[in-house]
T-cell receptor, first 118, second 113 residues
Framework: DVKVTQSSRYLVKRTGEKVFLECVQD?????MFWYRQDPGLGLRLIYFSYDVKMKEKGDIPEGYSVSREKKERFSLILESASTNQTSMYLC?????????????????FGPGTRLTVL | KNQVEQSPQSLIILEGKNCTLQ??????????LRWYKQDTGRGPVSLTI?????NTKSNGRYTATLDADTKQSSLHITASQLSDSASYIC????????????FGAGTRLFVKA
């Protein structure tokens, strides 16, 4: 079974703090993703990575950065947390999406981190 | 614009009853459509996947249908159980040199005893 773990289930931080969210997957997946999930908005992609040290901006990258130093680990960084970053953060991983492998992009999700910024 | 719209936003049904959740999309070019189930406090888990050539796919009491012409999908749950209480998310992927995945906002299902 694919296992994606996230470092914290619940996190409370103060405005202006630097926040690190860690994600680890154990299935040797090339792709890793960070999403935030807010009521009524669904999952929105923040950043993704298709290889070590590679990163691509998603739909809402502002206020976030990421780091992928090892294949199994993908970190999301809030340089200076703000109250509008209070949300559920979900990490996911998937195999590399090769053309023609149209069923190959299932994403496996971690349990999520509920971050509250006061 | 690539969008995935789900309805209803939330639904309450009695245990043992059937229900159908809807998903309409405008994603193009279409590659595949997945339904995910997300239990409270957990990440989403894939239930079914369909490509454009498939119009129905079952997974136990869950049956998904796809009409690629009208760009509509539905998820039918038969004989609901309390454990079906969850959010159900419709996810559509397109391929244009790389996969792009668009998530619906989800339907929150509550099953009452």
């Amino acid at each position: 079974d694919v296992k994606v773990t996230q470092s914290s289930r619940y996190l409370v931080k103060r405005t202006g703090e630097k926040v690190f969210l860690e994600c680890v997957q154990d299935m040797d997946h090339e792709n890793m993703f960070w999403y935030r999930q807010d009521p009524g908005l669904g999952l929105r992609l923040i950043y993704f990575s298709y290889d070590v040290k590679m990163k691509e901006k998603g739909d809402i990258p502002e206020g976030y950065s990421v780091s992928r130093e090892k294949k199994e680990r993908f970190s999301l960084i809030l340089e200076s947390a703000s109250t509008n970053q209070t949300s559920m953060y979900l990490c996911a991983s998937s195999l590399f999406q090769r053309e023609g492998l149209i069923l190959g992009n299932e994403q496996f999700f971690g349990p999520g981190t509920r971050l509250t910024v006061l | 614009k690539n969008q995935v719209e789900q309805s209803p936003q939330s639904l309450i049904i009695l245990e043992g009853k059937n229900c159908t959740l809807q998903c309409n999309y405008t994603v193009s070019p279409f590659s595949n459509l997945r339904w995910y189930k997300q239990d409270t406090g957990r990440g989403p888990v894939s239930l079914t996947i369909m490509t454009f050539s498939e119009n129905t796919k079952s997974n136990g009491r869950y049956t998904a249908t796809l009409d690629a012409d009208t760009k509509q999908s539905s998820l039918h749950i038969t004989a609901s159980q309390l454990s079906d209480s969850a959010s159900y998310i419709c996810v559509v992927s397109k391929y244009t040199g790389g996969f792009k995945t668009i998530f619906g906002a989800g339907t929150r299902l509550f099953v009452k005893a």
